[in-house]
């Protein structure tokens, strides 16, 4: 129990957590990582709504895809806000009110059907994925929102853009980092997975081919 109380917490440096949680203070790790590039870092409070979590991580990761569409969608940062926040209306966001993880389906469709119309693009959602899932889907070069219900980003939606393997020297096992902009933060944090002590209840939403 007290190794999960002690995982639900803010990750900035995945050593400094093992070192906490995990072996020995004095273990030596190899780290091995694997990233989605033109993943944007914007956060929450740079736009003027609140509850905004789940607008900014679509935002964030569609930045990969506005790379690859010829203009189709804002590399700019903040129009391609403007333009989600539209979508979001139309669900009900209010600039108060967050959106619920039970919209995220629809909310990833909408912006499917608006900005890649030439395309079979779809928004897809799934419940309590698998660390294979999460792997399988950076390797495949799709970044991801994940709504969290559980561990220190209770309630919120944060955009994953790449996972981080740990392997311990000394014991030979591997801890599996997941990387992600938190949208209250520009910089990278980390959410724990195998054999750290964490629990996560989750939804994975992606844009993938229809």
């Known amino acids: 129990m007290k190794l999960f109380k002690k995982s639900a917490k803010e990750i900035t440096n995945p050593i400094d957590y093992l070192h906490e949680n995990i072996g020995k203070a004095d273990d030596c790790y190899t780290v091995a990582l694997q990233k989605v590039p033109n993943v944007s870092n914007a956060i929450c409070r740079s736009f003027p709504d609140k509850n905004n979590c789940t607008l900014v991580a679509l935002c964030n990761i569609t930045q990969y895809y506005a790379s690859k569409t010829d203009g189709i969608i804002s590399m700019n940062v903040e129009e391609r806000y403007r333009s989600i926040r539209e979508l979001a209306k139309k669900l009900g966001?209010?600039?108060e009110h967050g959106l619920s993880v039970f919209k995220n389906r629809r909310f990833a469709n909408l912006f499917c059907k608006t900005f890649f119309k030439n395309r079979k693009i779809k928004g897809c959602c799934r419940?309590?994925?698998?660390?294979?899932?999460?792997?399988?889907?950076?390797e495949a070069n799709r970044p991801f929102l994940l709504s969290l219900a559980s561990g220190y980003y209770f309630d919120h939606t944060v955009?994953?853009?790449g996972y981080a393997n740990y392997t311990n020297h000394r014991t030979g096992k591997t801890y599996t980092f997941l990387m992600l902009y938190d949208s209250w933060h520009n910089t990278c944090r980390y959410l724990p997975w195998k054999n750290t002590g964490a629990f996560h209840i989750t939804c994975m939403t992606e844009l993938v081919d229809g």
Request: proline share 0%; glycine share 6%.
């Open 159 to 161: 955009a994953v853009f």
């Open 93 to 95: 966001y209010d600039g």
């Open 127 to 138: 419940y309590f994925i698998t660390r294979k899932r999460a792997i399988q889907t950076i």
